[in-house]
Nanobody
């Protein structure tokens, strides 16, 4: 079984920083794209940033210059460094990964359970 577990969330004041981690575990052959999503109360889930296994990154406009996504392929772990946090960044943050767990089958998407990030003004 493949599992994604997020950590590093919490409460921070506006202007502060947090670093989220997402660790993939289980029977993993390869991991392609990994990404962070977030969902604020009453809003739809939206993509924050993603990163390929080769290190190519994409960011949503609202986090450019403030957030940095990275990954350690040897550890099957992805990170999100969040700086200059704003109250509008308050949301549940989800880890997503396209993982191949068996060489006989195609990759599929997996999601973490989500972690709360709260930014106070």
């Amino acid at each position: 079984q493949v599992q994604l577990v997020e950590s590093g969330g919490g409460l921070v004041q506006a202007g502060g920083s947090l670093r989220l981690s997402c660790a993939a575990s289980g029977s993993i052959v390869s991991i392609n794209v990994m990404g962070w999503y977030r969902q604020a109360p009453g809003k739809q889930r939206e993509v924050v940033a993603d990163i390929t296994s080769g290190g190519n990154t994409n960011y949503a406009d609202f986090v450019k210059g403030r957030f940095t996504i990275s990954r350690d392929n040897a550890k099957n772990t992805m990170y999100l460094q969040m700086n200059s946090l704003e109250p509008e960044d308050t949301a549940v943050y989800y880890c997503n990964a396209e993982i191949r767990w068996n060489r006989l089958f195609a990759s599929r998407d997996y999601w973490g359970q989500g972690i709360q990030v709260t930014v106070s003004s």
